[in-house]
T-cell receptor, first 111, second 114 residues
Framework: GNSVTQMEGPVTLSEEAFLTINCTYT??????LFWYVQYPGEGLQLLLK?????DKGSNKGFEATYRKETTSFHLEKGSVQVSDSAVYFC??????????FGTGTSLTVIP | EAGVTQFPSHSVIEKGQTVTLRCDPI?????LYWYRRVMGKEIKFLLH????????ESGMPNNRFLAERTGGTYSTLKVQPAELEDSGVYFC????????????FGDGTRLSIL
């Protein structure tokens, strides 16, 4: 079956710290992988995506690489800002266009 | 271009009552999806419409949930009667015709059952 497991939160970091949020997946076939972000009071927004193995998605300083050998899609950012405080969801989309999400990781960045 | 809009943003009802959530997709988006996030858990797929037809409703938890999309425009999700475990955030998403199109999400409706 299809499932996504992501790092439990909450995560609290100081501004300019390095961020890693782990995400691993189980899938049949060749899924596309995504990170979505939900800022306080807002809906889900696509942060980045990768559609095949070894692809790297990047946006707003965040990066994630589709690793087929480790079935992972870890989210990283070199220097977080207070404005990055949000809930981050890892997700996969299977060939049937159905999404499977992780439980979400809450990130708080303190000045 | 207006995004996916959901109404209401928050609903608080008592157990046993009925609630109807509404989703207006982006104009021209044939695909419409409903998801639910129960507190602290993953966002789970509920169902998928292509225009007015239910393409996949495998995620609907039970027959207390009824989704409709008459005319292939907006969709409603009715919960009747509501139970405590139905509390959570209900997200709607839409995408253009075809497969592998990006899904655009609404802000969600927070449903609280007392």
């Amino acid at each position: 079956g299809n499932s996504v497991t992501q790092m439990e939160g909450p995560v609290t970091l100081s501004e300019e710290a390095f961020l890693t949020i782990n995400c691993t997946y189980t899938a049949t076939g060749y899924p596309s992988l995504f990170w979505y972000v939900q800022y306080p009071g807002e809906g889900l927004q696509l942060l980045l995506k990768a559609t095949k193995a070894d692809d790297k998605g990047s946006n707003k300083g965040f990066e994630a690489t589709y690793r087929k050998e480790t079935t992972s899609f870890h989210l990283e950012k070199g220097s977080v800002q207070v404005s990055d405080s949000a809930v981050y969801f890892c997700a996969l989309r299977n060939t049937g266009n159905q999404f499977y999400f992780g439980t979400g990781t809450s990130l708080t960045v303190i000045p | 271009e207006a995004g996916v809009t959901q109404f209401p943003s928050h609903s608080v009802i008592e157990k046993g009552q009925t609630v109807t959530l509404r989703c207006d997709p982006i104009s021209g988006h044939d695909n419409l999806y409903w998801y639910r996030r129960v507190m602290g858990k993953e966002i789970k797929f509920l169902l998928h419409f292509v225009k007015e037809s239910k393409q996949d409703e495998s995620g609907m938890p039970n027959n207390r949930f009824l989704a409709e999309r008459t005319g292939g425009t907006y969709s409603t999700l009715k919960v009747q009667p509501a139970e405590l475990e139905d509390s959570g955030v209900y997200f709607c998403a839409s995408s253009q015709p075809g497969t592998n199109q990006p899904q655009h999400f609404g802000d969600g409706t927070r449903l609280s059952i007392l």
